[in-house]
């Protein structure tokens, strides 16, 4: 596993910090789940895309084809 070093102003990790203590789990969570949550959602959204273009040019790549 990486180590990654954040630099955020004090009002961002003091909200950060709230946060986490509010939902019960560590700043170091709370961030690592947000990223992967991040790329998850940029992940399906690229899948979206292709399926659209796919179904949308589909009668056009059948007769390329």
Known sequence: ???LTIHLSDETADRLEALAQRL???AEDLV???VE???KSLDDD?????Q???AK???????LA
Do not use: D, I, P
Not at 46 to 50: D, N, Y
Not at 57 to 63: G, K, P
């Open 32 to 34: 690592r789940s947000s």
């Open 37 to 39: 949550e991040q790329f």
């Open 1 to 3: 596993m990486k180590t």
């Open 57 to 63: 040019n589909a009668e056009l790549y059948r007769r």
């Open 46 to 50: 690229f899948e979206e895309a292709a």
């Open 52 to 54: 659209h273009v796919l």
């Open 24 to 26: 019960g789990v560590s």
